[in-house]
Nanobody, 118 residues
Framework: VQLQAFGGGLVQTGGSLRLSCAGSGRGFSSCNMGWLRQVDGKGREFQARIGWDGSFIRYADSVRGRFTISRDDAKNMISLEMNDLKPEDTATYYC????????????WGQGTLVTVSS
């Protein structure tokens, strides 16, 4: 499975961004997919997760109500719509695939930087 995340950029507080993750390779459609973010010097932090068949969606408390994860299997795409962005949302965002469905991510995209200015 190969993943490529894109869509990051610079946005003002209160603004919106849409991140996308293009997937390819055998097994992508079977992945439980997640978005995680990382700030320099810290570990990757869970943001959102969606089941391989869309049967469940989970959000971190800090983003629930502001972020929306979705998937379009016809396009092999996972998206993260981010609204009402805050400076603390500034981070590098990664999409990841949990192919074995054991809550451990097996494949990662390269990350896309989101910067929220105050």
């Amino acid at each position: 499975v190969q993943l490529q995340a894109f869509g990051g950029g610079l946005v003002q507080t209160g603004g919106s961004l849409r991140l996308s993750c293009a997937g390819s390779g055998r097994g992508f459609s079977s992945c439980n997919m997640g978005w995680l973010r990382q700030v320099d010097g810290k570990g990757r932090e869970f943001q959102a997760r969606i089941g391989w068949d869309g049967s469940f969606i989970r959000y971190a408390d800090s983003v629930r109500g502001r972020f929306t994860i979705s998937r379009d299997d016809a396009k092999n795409m996972i998206s993260l719509e981010m609204n009402d962005l805050k400076p603390e949302d500034t981070a590098t965002y990664y999409c990841a695939c949990d192919l074995d469905k054991d809550s451990i991510y097996d494949f990662w995209g390269q990350g896309t930087l989101v910067t929220v200015s105050s």
